[in-house]
């Protein structure tokens, strides 16, 4: 990516990242996400970042749902 889009690759990471999307409505909040997940990334060079930030929303979502269906 830095061979292509140059200091600018996390804003490609980020516009790729909301492309996956299947809401359109949605693209704008997931485009968001994605910058505010490929920044870091980029800053520190690490991978561990996003996957961390990405996880840890995976775990609050399925937090709230067991809590709804073991109620």
Do not use: C, E
């Amino acid at each position: 990516m830095n061979g292509v889009f140059g200091r600018r690759d996390w804003l490609a990471n980020g516009v790729l990242g909301a492309y996956h999307r299947h809401m359109p409505w949605n693209i704008p909040v997931a485009m968001l996400h994605a910058f505010a997940l490929a920044y870091p990334s980029k800053r520190y060079r690490s991978a561990v970042i996003a996957i961390v930030v990405h996880s840890a929303q995976t775990v609050v979502i399925l937090g709230a749902v067991l809590a709804v269906v073991l109620r």
